[in-house]
């Protein structure tokens, strides 16, 4: 049941986590593109007790997967908290809604806003997109459902609402850089209860970001998780330089992961040397988060790398997670 | 005005089928200045079949006839001699010249030789855009002038999303972000407060969400026997 005791707004794990005044961390479960539940088992075994909450992606970047709100059932089952992630693209008004109902019945409890990737970079690219809502009014949704007790159309929802602690997404290096604390700050304005930021590699231009952000007091508004990600091989460093919109990664990043593996023949032992520079300067990052004022926590996106995680959370003295009532969230 | 593209000759070639006598009815309107369905290019797509069909053994009796706007009835009356005469009609005006000459002529066979694209403006020789998805409530006054729907690929009415980059959609680098386009305009005439609002969610019923639309203007309305 939903634990509304202290004034909390869901009772979620990763709620209380930030209200005692932790430094959060979630991280990320991607479902698989197949209806095998043991995927999700074996990856929520993989981050359970090492984050407070781990997303389940919705579609991610546009390919079939798993629907967030049955994976993400599958992982509360399995003892981890999900963050069911929820996007605009595959749904109107009435489709979120109704799997919002459905998702808190399950006992699902924080969920994630956003617009979603576009369908033509993923496996439909034929298939016709809804945006009826964006992100921004999504997380006015869910809040309404929340506090006003009243569907989005204003009729008031008779018998048990469904209490969502609300996330929303904002990528600090989008253009236009000037508007994008403002953005966040709308997002924050909409009702948001946290923010999880796009994956984050330029360090210094988001400490820019995030003065701005406190300038503005935003950061007293909602709680901001900066996104993090462990690094496997340099090429995936080049590819998210070069390849993907409103990716900001420094070469200095770049020099350092081809550096790891140089000149080191045997194959095994390069990619260990990769990987292995990639964890470090993960750490290294959630030390300078840690540094940043504004910053609540982290979310880490090892994106097919689950085990990274435990190895991060461990080398940057980021364990034991808090408990609460004898039992943490997971 | 509407935007149009000529279909491939051999998909139109397909639906004309067997059909001896064809009528190719051009428009003079939105497809003649988009250089898709008019005058002129009724007249070289007739060429064109009359060539290849005879080459290939089975020529066919192409006529063809612009009509200064395919989407009126009354431009429609005066091909009616035409139409009759031909097995089928082969449309060059938008999709709606296409339906207006088979409403008229219940008994032709009408098939489009466009594909309609959009409303939209040419921004150069041979470049035309997308401006106006015809949602029913225009927002431009809050936008700068600049329409979200029509021209964000998500349109997001509180945005930019994240993919905005460096003034591009991250959909394909040949679209402008929309939300980069309206911040800057709003920037330099000093409304930027216009985009510190959240925008409620968008009514779709006055868009084709809530079914095909009509508009009846009363004011506008002849007695009922002056119709006839």
């Not at chain 1, 921004?136 to 949704?141: F, H, P, S």
């Not at chain 2, 005469?85 to 088979?102: I, R």
């Not at chain 2, 349109?155 to 402008?176: A, F, M, T």
Request: charged residues 25%; hydrophobic residues 40%.
């Amino acid at each position: 049941m939903t634990d509304t005791s202290n004034g909390y707004k869901s009772g979620s794990n990763l709620e209380k986590v930030l209200r005692a005044g932790n430094f959060a961390v979630t991280a990320e479960l991607g479902p698989p593109k197949n209806a095998d539940g043991e995927v999700i088992r074996k990856k929520a075994a993989i981050l359970k007790g090492f984050v407070d909450a781990a997303n389940i992606t919705d579609n991610q970047t546009a390919i079939v997967r798993m629907s967030s709100v049955g994976a993400g059932t599958i992982a509360l089952q399995a003892g981890l908290e999900p963050v069911m992630q929820m996007t605009c693209r595959d749904r109107n008004r009435l489709g979120m809604q109704s799997d919002l109902l459905g998702a808190y019945a399950l006992g699902l409890r924080n969920v994630l806003c956003l617009s979603g990737d576009h369908q033509t970079f993923g496996n439909h690219p034929q298939s016709k997109n809804v945006h009826d809502m964006d992100s921004m009014q999504l997380v006015q949704m869910v809040v309404g459902l929340r506090d006003k007790n009243c569907f989005q159309c204003g009729e008031e929802i008779k018998g048990v609402n469904p209490r969502f602690f609300v996330g929303a997404a904002e990528n600090p290096f989008g253009d236009p850089f000037d508007f994008r604390p403002y953005r966040l700050g709308k997002k924050a304005k909409a009702g948001a209860d946290f923010i999880q930021t796009q994956l984050i590699y330029n360090v210094p231009k988001f400490r820019e970001f995030m003065k701005r952000v406190v300038d503005l007091g935003v950061h007293k508004q909602v709680s901001i998780l900066a996104g993090v990600g462990p690094l496997k091989t340099p090429g995936a460093a080049k590819y998210m330089r070069d390849q993907v919109p409103g990716m900001d990664v420094p070469d200095e990043i770049v020099e350092r992961m081809e550096a790891a593996g140089k000149g080191i023949e045997d194959k095994k032992a390069k990619a260990a040397a990769n990987k292995e520079a990639g964890i470090k300067i993960c750490v290294e990052m959630i030390q300078q988060m840690r540094e940043i004022e504004g910053v609540a926590g982290v979310h880490i996106m090892a994106i097919e790398w689950e085990e990274a995680v435990p190895i991060i959370m461990e080398k940057a003295g980021l364990l034991p997670r808090p408990t609460f009532n004898g039992s943490s969230g997971n | 005005m509407i935007v149009a593209e000529q279909k491939p000759l051999e998909e139109i070639k397909g639906l004309l089928g067997e059909a001896g006598r064809v009528l190719i009815v051009g428009c003079g309107t939105c497809v003649t200045v988009c250089f898709a369905g008019g005058e002129k290019e009724a007249g070289i797509l007739g060429s064109l079949l009359r060539m290849s069909t005879k080459m290939e053994g089975h020529a066919k009796d192409v006529g063809e006839v612009t009509v200064q706007r395919q989407c009126e009835w009354e431009y429609l009356d005066a091909i009616r001699d035409r139409v009759a005469e031909a097995d089928v009609v082969l449309s060059l005006g938008c999709g709606v010249g296409v339906q207006a000459l088979a409403e008229r002529y219940p008994n032709a066979v009408v098939v489009p030789g466009l594909n309609t694209k959009f409303m939209g403006l040419p921004l150069e020789q041979g470049v035309w855009a997308e401006r106006c998805a015809a949602c029913g409530q225009c927002l431009l006054g809050l936008t700068g002038g600049i329409c979200p729907i029509a021209r964000c690929s998500k349109q997001l009415l509180n945005g930019p999303c994240g993919g905005s980059s460096q003034g591009k959609c991250e959909v394909n680098p040949d679209i402008e972000c929309a939300w980069q386009l309206i911040y800057d305009k709003l920037k330099a005439q000093g409304r930027l407060h216009l985009l510190m609002e959240i925008t409620p969610p968008k009514d779709w019923r006055t868009s084709r969400d809530g079914g095909p639309r009509k508009i009846v203007r009363e004011d506008l309305r002849l007695p009922v026997a002056e119709k006839a």
